[in-house]
């Protein structure tokens, strides 16, 4: 049972960290920062920029170590209540030692957990929450979500930022009725303009019958690649074996996996790829169920939804695809290690215990 934070109030404190590209900083995402900024302020929250957050992509790549000291201050600072990711990357790997060598870090957060949101790369900071018993949630970040350039946030992302600060027993995760084309143009022009939206038909049942139960686990599939493979940076695997970060084939049992792909959008040879490591390892052939983000901009839907049925053929395993997470707009969170629910019959999703304490 991992430990949960507590939920938002107004009033408190919000660290922003850059933990692996430091696009915040840059002088080109500076609206992006004031709106995103502003936004935060809006709901009742302060933000603070830790002290690393806004030093630009160049240094933020280059001082793994200063990306793991902002984290470390965050849990360290009492007044500080949340923390929020600012957009994922490729190498957050390269913080974890500094983080999982340090026992003042890590009684921190087993002493006091805080609400930890980010997704993409951040993958790998879910990870090292998860080892260390501490409940975090994957989806929201500050570039992608608060900093929307649009008038307003949109509504299903920002009904779900307002989660933060309710504690319902149960949660259903209900799919969205709209979805959005990711932005070619994030400059100050695009203030006020809406994103591109289509309507859309909900989650679906790509096998499966009646309810499947299992405690979330998972994230980007390309940075779980990325972990099991050396094809981005030949000691990541290492590390995130030296720290025991993924699931064993024993503790995969009774799991649901949630998985989505990047903004890269792999074609479906590399996500069958991708699939395959899991499969190679134990994970893919033990989990009770597969929730599946939305690709990007729709693009292989299609085909991924054949890749993912093909991977799991031999396990007959239940798996809803379409659901609101990762890449693709707008978004909902997963609250990692928390018992979920899939619906097969009725295309369902539900959170069966409080996300908070």
Not at 2 to 11: C, F, S
Not at 42 to 57: D, N, Q, S, T, W
Not at 83 to 101: N, S
């Amino acid at each position: 049972m991992l430990k949960k934070p507590h939920r938002l109030n107004q009033g408190d404190q919000i660290a922003i960290v850059s933990l692996s590209m430091g696009t915040l900083g840059e002088d080109f995402a500076a609206h992006q920062l004031k709106l995103g900024k502003r936004r935060i302020e809006e709901l009742g929250l302060k933000p603070v920029f830790m002290p690393h957050a806004l030093k630009g992509i160049d240094y933020v790549k280059n001082h793994p170590e200063k990306r793991a000291a902002d984290l470390k201050e965050a849990f360290l600072t009492p007044n500080i209540k949340g923390i929020v990711a600012a957009i994922g990357g490729d190498d957050t790997y390269r913080i974890l030692p500094y983080l999982l060598e340090d026992e003042e870090f890590k009684q921190a957060v087993v002493d006091h957990p805080k609400l930890f949101t980010g997704y993409s790369d951040t993958t790998n900071d879910h990870l090292l929450f998860y080892r260390l018993g501490m409940q975090s949630f994957y989806g929201i970040s500050f570039l992608n979500d608060f900093a929307e350039l649009d008038n307003d946030m949109l509504p299903y992302t920002a009904k779900t930022i307002a989660h933060y600060f309710t504690n319902p027993p149960v949660t259903d995760i209900t799919a969205s009725t709209t979805w959005y084309e990711e932005r070619t143009d994030f400059s100050p022009t695009q203030l006020g303009q809406a994103r591109v939206s289509h309507p859309d038909t909900g989650y679906k049942v790509l096998r499966g019958k009646g309810k499947i139960q299992g405690q979330l686990w998972g994230g980007c599939l390309d940075s779980l690649a990325d972990d099991l493979g050396d094809d981005r940076y030949p000691d990541e695997p290492e590390v995130i074996s030296r720290y025991h970060l993924l699931l064993s084939p024993e503790e995969a049992k009774g799991k649901l996996l949630f998985i989505e792909t990047c903004e890269e959008q792999p074609e479906p040879a590399l996500f069958r790829e991708k699939l395959a490591k899991l499969d190679k390892v134990g994970i893919l052939p033990n989990v009770s169920g597969i929730l599946v983000g939305k690709p990007q901009n729709k693009k292989y839907f299609a085909e991924y939804q054949q890749e993912l049925l093909a991977a799991t053929a031999d396990y007959q395993t239940p798996i809803l695809y379409n659901v609101n997470f990762g890449h693709a707009y707008p978004h909902t969170v997963l609250p990692y290690g928390a018992t979920a629910e899939i619906d097969c019959e009725q295309a369902g999703l539900r959170i069966l215990e409080p996300w908070f304490a």
